[in-house]
């Protein structure tokens, strides 16, 4: 059971598998945003989109230093 659940922790918390959906939902809210933004302007209305759009951009932000501080690890190795 616990090497279950490390390798659920382990893909979950991966920093690629963060940024790869954070880049998805970022993407699918800017389409959604850009398609009704006049609209959305003219009545101060804000949707879920929006907060998708905020969620995606933390979950980008959040994966940042973990890739780089695996691009600077990797690059120390001697291969």
Known sequence: ????????????????????????LLGFSLWEIVGTLVSDLAALKFGAHHGVALFGALQILKSIPDLLAGMEYTSRLDL
């Open 1 to 24: 059971m616990r090497t279950v659940l490390a390798r659920i922790k382990f893909v979950t918390e991966h920093p690629a598998l963060n940024l790869a959906a954070g880049l998805i």
